[in-house]
C-alpha cells in the first residue's frame, strides 16, 4: 500500500496530530450531550425551558448533524 495512503488514513483529512483529534472528538461530543441535556430534554420534551429561536435552530441542527437525530420521535419516545 502506498505510505501517502497510510499517512492521510491516519492523520485524516485535516492532518491534525493524535491530541488535536482527541479534542475535537471531546469537545464535539461534549456539545452533543449538552444539546441533547438543554434542548432535548429540557426545552423539547418537558417545555421546563425557554430558549431563543435562533438557539433553538443551531441546537436542532447540531444534533441533525452530528446523530440524526429528529426532534419529534425523541421526544415521542422519551414522553
Same mark, same amino acid.
Given at each position: 500500500?502506498?505510505?501517502?495512503?497510510?499517512?492521510?488514513?491516519?492523520?485524516?483529512?485535516?492532518?491534525?496530530?493524535?491530541?488535536? =483529534?482527541? =479534542?475535537?472528538?471531546?469537545?464535539?461530543?461534549?456539545?452533543?450531550?449538552?444539546?441533547?441535556?438543554? $434542548?432535548?430534554?429540557?426545552?423539547?420534551?418537558?417545555?421546563?425551558?425557554?430558549?431563543?429561536?435562533?438557539?433553538?435552530?443551531? $441546537?436542532?441542527?447540531?444534533?441533525? =448533524?452530528?446523530?440524526?437525530?429528529?426532534?419529534?420521535?425523541?421526544?415521542?419516545?422519551?414522553?
Amino acid at each position: 500500500m502506498d505510505i501517502n495512503i497510510v499517512n492521510y488514513l491516519i492523520g485524516g483529512l485535516c492532518q491534525w496530530p493524535a491530541l488535536q =483529534l482527541v =479534542l475535537f472528538t471531546l469537545v464535539t461530543t461534549h456539545l452533543t450531550i449538552i444539546s441533547v441535556t438543554v $434542548f432535548l430534554h429540557r426545552h423539547q420534551a418537558h417545555r421546563a425551558l425557554e430558549i431563543n429561536p435562533l438557539l433553538s435552530h443551531l $441546537f436542532r441542527f447540531w444534533l441533525w =448533524l452530528t446523530t440524526g437525530i429528529v426532534t419529534q420521535e425523541w421526544v415521542a419516545v422519551h414522553r
